[in-house]
Every structure is written in structure tokens, then in C-alpha cells.
């Protein structure tokens, strides 16, 4: 699904208005019904009053709208109308002619006026202030006014907002986030928007929830995006059906190298995600000392061992003439010995097999951040998958997540990699630019070994002949639903990595 900036979201809705597809008020009329809708079915509204803030552009109007239609359906309704300056829309003066007719209670807020009491009550807020159209910080008075909204919320119901919560910038960091309102829950049109998966605006988007405003999809496949956010119906048409006669040979050969003293289970648990993917035969390589556990727990995968007993040092690790993938880093350690074999076995892989995609994560990453020299000695078709302590050691410090979202960018497209930003919303960004935003998971991932996983996830997708990017979106999708399937089950607390590889079978079923 492509995420929009908000000069695309406008072109959008004056294409639908000037093919005569639909009129700016009908528009405006289809997105408060979505609103109520939503509303009437999530919300306990029956005997409940609505407060209303609506500002005097687009947003505003779908207030207003959304005013009428409660108003109709017999719910109490004030709206209270923020003048923050003299420039209304078109639209906005539409429904304000429209909700006049009406015994709805309207006041005017206007800037240094007091501001108006709120009373605990059995009821809810809407923000429709601002919606997507904010772009400059505001007064001292109206930043006042919304952190008012916001130490007085406890005493609504919920709060819910309107396409974005009032005071956010989509395409840019906020520099002042006491004037945002905080917002329960967040009803936004047809597309999310990139402030949604961001960690700083956690304590202010709330749930959002996507609403179908029925936009033509012949006029959103003509737009171009560098953002996109993995939904169930891109991850379903990308996954590939197996043939009837296929053999394991269809599916190739992988290697995972990794593991030390005390951290061979990194190694088990990357073993058994990659197989239960469905590569055709898996390799792993460890130190001497992981060969009976790994042979007694992962009995599908064939086993080469380090002549060093608790830490890889072999300058000379063999890749099998068949491997079509890599991954490397699970558990390795930082010994000087394994920093030096790492370093020796990507040069030997950029000269001889630089075509052969592989996947570095854990402390093959802490290595690249120790020797960042090695950085120009990645071969080709490297993803790397940090998690944000991870990238911070690796390519610095950023200063707001829109700067992140920058640097990841950047970095990848200066070392030409696939970078997988791990967290809520896990981030691929790719060597041409485009990032995208995972729809999957839960805090119950946030448990040892769940990159471990991941990466043999990675793995086993590249080697069955998926492309990078694909490899990529399908492995992070499934890695988050896995994790949703066991929350159900277990909880978040509860989860355990083993359990994400468990219900691998469940989200492919799923999807």
C-alpha cells in the first residue's frame, strides 16, 4: 500500500473532483459517514454527549459533517470552532451554512479568549482541527489551548482524531510536541500516514484505523512513492506456489554461519526458522562445541564445524558450489580471531561469489561497527539487519525519527544494502531509496532470539530465489504475524522466540 505526502493526498481528491467523479462536499459527506461508522460500531455512544473542535479548513468540515450526521442519529453535540485565522474553505462554509439549520450548539473560540470549561462527562472528543494541512508551528496561545485539550482529556471517554491528531506535520519532525493533541484513537483516509510509525508520536496517534473514502485505484497506481507500508494483499500476491513436481533442489541450499561458547541456541533457533520456511537443504556452521546440540536439535540441516572449539576462526570457511544465500552474525561473538575471520570471509566472498545475496546481522553488525573499514568491502546484495542500538553504533546517532528515516535512506543508498531497521513498524529500506513500513507484530517480539529468527527467515526466502526486496517484505511480514498468532495464544509477555517459529505454519495458512 503506498503512503502519501499530503500534496498527493490533495491531487487525489481534486482528480476525483475534476473528472466529476465526485464534488469536494460529497467527499467531505462520504469521509464523516466512514467517521460515524466507525464510531457506532467501536464506541458505546447510546446516552453519550460529543464534543466537537473543528478547525476552518477541509478537516474542519469533516467535523462539521460528522456533527450532523451524530446530531441526526439523536446524540448530544457541541462544536466548539477554532478561529485561528480568517481563511475558511469553501467546503467548511458549506457545512457551516448546513449545521445552522440544525439545534446543534455551536461556540466560537477565538485567540486569547478563555478557554472553555470541561466537565467530567459521559463523552467523547473529535479533533478535526488541523487534519494534514498544518504546516507551520503555531501561536503561544493556541499551543496552550491544545495542551489544555490534553491535560483535560482523562475527563472524556476517548479522544479521537480525525485523519491525523491535530498539531502533527506529516512530511516533517515537529519541533514543539505539547501543541499535539493526544489522541486515543486516530480514523485517517485511505492511505497511513508516515507520523504513524514513528516512536516519538506514539503518545499521540493512539490505534489508527484506515477508512475507504473510495478512491479510484486507476488514478493511485499512476503515483509515485518512496514510502509504502506491507499490507496482506502485497505480501499474497508476491509468495510463489509450489509445483507439484518441485524437489528440494527447487528450493536451494542456504548457509548460515554463527555461534560461540554459550550462544549456540542463536544458532538452533536461526536454523529451525530457516527450514520451517521452506528452503530446500540448510548448512549451518558453528564452532566445534555446538556440533552435538545442533545435530540432536536441528537434525534437518547439515553440519560443518570450526576446528577452534568456542569461536569461529577459520579464514577459510567453505561455501558449498550449490549455496544460492548467506547469513551471518548469529551469536558469532567478538573475538579479535572472528573479527578477522569475518573480514577474511567478505573479501573471499565480494572476489569470488559477490552475486550471492547474504544476510549480517547481530554481532557481525557489532563487528562492522567496531571496523567500520569493513564497510567497503561488502559484496553485493547485502541486507543488514540492526536493531535501533545496533544502527545508532553503526552509523551514528540521528536527531528525530524523520532524520532516521533520512539517514537509513542515505545509508543505503551509498553502500548500495538492504537495511532492516528492526522495532514496532520494522523498516526495509532499500538501496534505490524506497522504505517500507511492516503492518505485523507486536511487543511480544521484543524477546531474545527474535532477530535470530528473522535473519534465518531472510535466509531461507533469498535461497528458494525471491529477490531481495521481496525476500525482505515477505520475511519481515511473516516474522511480525507469527508473533500475532502467538500473542493470541500466549499474550505478549508470554512469547518466547520459539514460539514465533512454532506458528510460522499458521501464518502462512493466514496469508
Given amino acids: 500500500m ?26 467531505m459527506d462520504i469521509a464523516a459517514k466512514s467517521c460515524f461508522n466507525w464510531i457506532n460500531k467501536y464506541c458505546k455512544i447510546k446516552n453519550k454527549s460529543f464534543t ?65 470549561v470541561i466537565k467530567k462527562e459521559k463523552n467523547y472528543l473529535i479533533d478535526a482541527i488541523f487534519g494534514i494541512g498544518l504546516n507551520r508551528e ?87 512513492t518512496k514510502n509504502y507500508f506491507l499490507d496482506n494483499i502485497f505480501i499474497k500476491k508476491i509468495i510463489k506456489k509450489r509445483k507439484k513436481f518441485s524437489h528440494k533442489g527447487n528450493y536451494g541450499h542456504g548457509i548460515i554461519i554463527g555461534g560461540s561458547y554459550g550462544m549456540i541456541g542463536s544458532m538452533i533457533l536461526s536454523g529451525k526458522a530457516s527450514i520451517r520456511c521452506g528452503i530446500g537443504k540448510l548448512t549451518m556452521y558453528v564452532p566445534y562445541c555446538g556440533y552435538q546440540i545442533i545435530q540432536s536439535t536441528v537434525p534437518e540441516a547439515i553440519l560443518k564445524t570450526d576446528k577452534k572449539k568456542y569461536f569461529i576462526n577459520n579464514n577459510n570457511i567453505t561455501i558449498p558450489y550449490d ?52 564497510l567497503s568491502i561488502l559484496p553485493k546484495n547485502v541486507i543488514l539487519t540492526p536493531h535501533p542500538k545496533e544502527f545508532y553504533r553503526l552509523f551514528g546517532k540521528w536527531k ?6 533520512s539517514l537509513l535512506r542515505k545509508i543505503s543508498e551509498k553502500y548500495k544494502i538492504f537495511l532492516i531497521l528492526k522495532g514496532a513498524h520494522t523498516i526495509i529500506s532499500t538501496p534505490d531509496g524506497i522504505l517500507y513500513f511492516n503492518s505485523t507484530g507486536n511487543p511480544g517480539l521484543s524477546t531474545a532470539g527474535s532477530g535470530d529468527v528473522l535473519s534465518g527467515i531472510i535466509v531461507s526466502f533469498l535461497s528458494q530465489g525471491y529477490s531481495l526486496n521481496n525476500s525482505c517484505a515477505i520475511s519481515v511480514y511473516l516474522h511480525g504475524l507469527s508473533g500475532d498468532i502467538a500473542k493470541k495464544q500466549l499474550g505478549e509477555e508470554s512469547i518466547i522466540s520459539t514460539d514465533i517459529i512454532d506458528n510460522i505454519p499458521n501464518a502462512f495458512q493466514k496469508i
Fill in 2 to 27: 503506498k503512503i502519501l505526502s499530503s500534496n498527493q493526498i490533495r491531487k487525489i481528491d481534486k482528480f476525483h473532483v475534476e473528472t466529476k467523479l465526485i464534488s469536494h462536499v460529497k467527499l
Fill in 52 to 116: 466537537i473542535l473543528v478547525g476552518n479548513g477541509n478537516n474542519g468540515g469533516d467535523g462539521l459533517a460528522l456533527s450532523i450526521i451524530l446530531y441526526l442519529h439523536g446524540i448530544s453535540v457541541t462544536v466548539y470552532i477554532i478561529n485561528i485565522s480568517n481563511n475558511f474553505s469553501n467546503e467548511f462554509r458549506i457545512y457551516k451554512n448546513k449545521i445552522l439549520k440544525y439545534k446543534i450548539k455551536i461556540y466560537n473560540i477565538y485567540e486569547n479568549d478563555i478557554f472553555p
Fill in 138 to 224: 503555531l501561536n503561544k496561545y493556541w499551543k496552550n489551548f491544545i495542551h489544555y485539550i490534553n491535560i483535560n482529556k482523562t475527563k472524556f471517554e476517548s479522544v479521537i482524531s480525525i485523519d491525523i491528531p491535530s498539531g502533527i506535520f506529516i512530511e516533517k519532525n515537529n519541533n514543539d510536541f505539547k501543541s499535539i493533541i493526544k489522541a486515543d484513537h486516530t480514523l485517517t483516509f485511505q492511505t497511513p500516514k508516515i507520523p504513524f510509525f514513528l516512536p516519538e508520536y506514539e503518545n499521540f496517534i493512539g490505534q489508527w484505523h484506515l477508512l475507504d473514502i473510495g478512491w479510484k485505484n486507476e488514478y493511485l497506481k499512476n503515483i509515485h
Fill in 323 to 374: 549455496i544460492k544465500a548467506i547469513g551471518i552474525g548469529m551469536g558469532i561473538g567478538t573475538n579479535i580471531n572472528t573479527i578477522y575471520a569475518l573480514e577474511s570471509f567478505l573479501l573471499k566472498c565480494k572476489k569470488e561469489i559477490p552475486m550471492i545475496p547474504m544476510v549480517i546481522d547481530a554481532d557481525a553488525i557489532n563487528i562492522l561497527s567496531k571496523k567500520q573499514e569493513l
Fill in 400 to 405: 528525530n525519527d524523520y532524520n532516521k528515516l
